[in-house]
């Protein structure tokens, strides 16, 4: 943890130090580590700074890859890299489990410069699914791949893949099998599930995006889901358009929520539209699209970072892990509402 | 077919001969069997007749049940069994095949009204896909279920299933055979596809938006997906906001086409965010937009319906299987540009 703090101590001094004229090209990232009742009474200090150190590692290595004129997609894939391979956060290792104690993870990227788009859904041997979702776009004729035929492509692809055990933590058999009893102590129906065992159940959705040097955005998506999830459910994550979306005419966007009410809002699409046709800032387009969400009766929040830079981390949760990272190194690192 | 052409006949002089106030609750609806390259010199008068007759048949499905005062959402969803239940569209029977000589179908389904919406992609054994979209956001917590997990759910709804072997045409094991031959003649690597392999092979997507004399809007969309389809693909059908999207406040869309431009382009959802937030009509807004997929190297072509009732019928490809009836039971029926 010493050297990552003292990485970003380093990056921060450096950038500070490097002298900017007015018209010099901006660039900056933006990540979330899923939004949803994050209270800090819940939370001890280790924690904290497990999530703190762990969200300013990740926005540091995308952040020195743009830094160095390295372009935003490479920025979201490897950012996300380190939060997937973080058990902290419910994507790639550390994702929940389905129904069925298994794994179906998803992930969706696209460029806002081409608006070139790919996704994954249902994985289940990848290692590190953004970047499956990098390979679709970019080596395959489709934009969504589902299923075994996803994980398989992917492999083919030369994708590390893995068993689906190196995804499991005690952790997130511990929180289904909490769940189903709930579930099957309340007898929940398909029909009259309570809100509250939804709201629970799927925080740690991790996303991305950023603006490089050449004045393009990319935006990333990467989820494990929901615990308990049934009937191969795919949420908003891979989905473009509510989970995940870029256009360098508008802004880059990357959600995470109750998947469900994402999908139906069109989230990151409607805050990008909001900005193209109504002229509104990406702050004002995000507030009106997460009330949208919550007169729907869904939660969640959005990254969301334009060509100017500017940046929003809107959300109506508690809590939403997010971090910040501007052209001058300035780190802002956040996981409560009054921070 | 004559019965069908009376039935037409008999809705038509009821529906003229209806007395009318200026200020009377409109009601419409309008289907689309597949956009793509369907060019005159191709079909025989049979076929066409044929086309048009299915299209007749099922778009006064729909309209009898809005006259009678049904909601939007059943006439939708009669509508589009109709064309699912006939060999003539790749939707339910008639369907594509994947490269493996199998089916998987994708629907989906959006109540303009609530914002409700459901999806299935990749199902094998549901004779009505559109169906099985329904009952995912009637009766179930999510908003789209894949695979397996999604006929296991439908099945358990209990919608009538029925064996792959249904589903699958001699026409379509044709279609498959050919263009596996001219994959392997051109050794076309998934690199390097070639356009036109893509632009044929997905013809007969099948759509319907009606609207109801409550004035809500739904919109559903049904299809096999795209010959040859490898690696689970998923197209645009099943996504909200790229094949199918329903808003009061805006439009009903149901898009058919190269499904991959759909998706990064968010057809439905920015046709509806045009006419919301820039004040187009809906004319306008499905031109602009099947304008933008163009220019990204796509085609197809999209049916919207507004509250007031007014219909756009949008297309970039030489024809759309389409078909367009209003209040008053006037029945357009068209497949190729310039009619």
């Known amino acids: 943890m010493k050297e990552v703090l003292k990485l970003v101590f380093v990056l921060f001094i450096v950038s500070c130090t490097s002298v ?17 009742t994050i209270l800090k009474e819940n939370m001890t200090p280790e ?37 997937e391979n973080s058990p902290l956060f419910n994507s790639g290792k550390g994702a929940v489990l389905t129904a069925e104690e298994s794994i179906a993870l998803d992930a969706s990227f696209m460029n806002g410069n081409t608006l070139d788009a790919g996704a994954v859904a249902g994985v289940k ?38 068993p689906e ?28 599930i309570e809100e509250q065992y939804f709201k629970n159940q799927r925080i740690g959705t991790v996303g991305c995006v950023a603006l490089d040097l050449q004045g393009n955005l990319s935006a990333g998506t990467s989820t494990g889901g929901m615990t308990n999830k049934k009937w191969g459910r795919i949420g908003d994550a891979p989905i473009i358009g509510a989970g995940t979306y870029a256009n360098n005419a508008s802004c880059g966007v990357s959600a995470t929520g109750w998947g469900e009410f994402f999908i139906r809002s069109v989230v990151a699409h409607d805050i990008a539209a909001l900005v ?7 702050n004002e387009a995000s ?15 959005v990254v969301v970072l ?30 409560y509402r009054d921070e």
């Open 165 to 192: 055990s190196y995804f499991i933590t005690e952790n997130r058999l511990n929180d289904l099998r909490r769940v189903k009893k709930r579930e099957s102590d309340q007898k929940v129906s398909i029909n009259l």
């Open 125 to 162: 041997h990848i290692k590190n699914p953004i970047s499956a979702a990098i390979r679709v776009m970019k080596n395959s004729p489709h934009v969504m791949l589902a299923g075994e035929g996803a994980d398989y492509f992917a492999a083919n692809q030369g994708l590390d893949t893995v």
């Open 276 to 282: 193209e046709y109504s002229g509104l800032t990406i």
């Open 47 to 83: 924690m904290e700074h497990a999530y703190e150190n762990k969200l300013a590692e990740a926005i540091s290595v995308g952040h020195k890859i743009l830094k160095e004129g390295g372009s935003s997609q490479e920025a979201v894939e490897k950012t996300i890299h380190v939060m």
């Open 20 to 36: 900017k004229g007015p018209n010099q090209p901006t660039f900056g990232i933006v990540i979330h580590g899923g939004a949803g």
């Open 287 to 301: 507030k009106r699209v997460m009330k949208k969400v919550k007169d729907l009766g869904g939660d969640g929040g």
């Open 306 to 335: 334009d060509t100017k830079g500017n940046v929003a981390m809107e959300f109506n949760t508690p809590g939403m892990y997010r971090a910040h990272m501007d052209s001058d190194g300035n780190l802002e690192v956040k996981i």
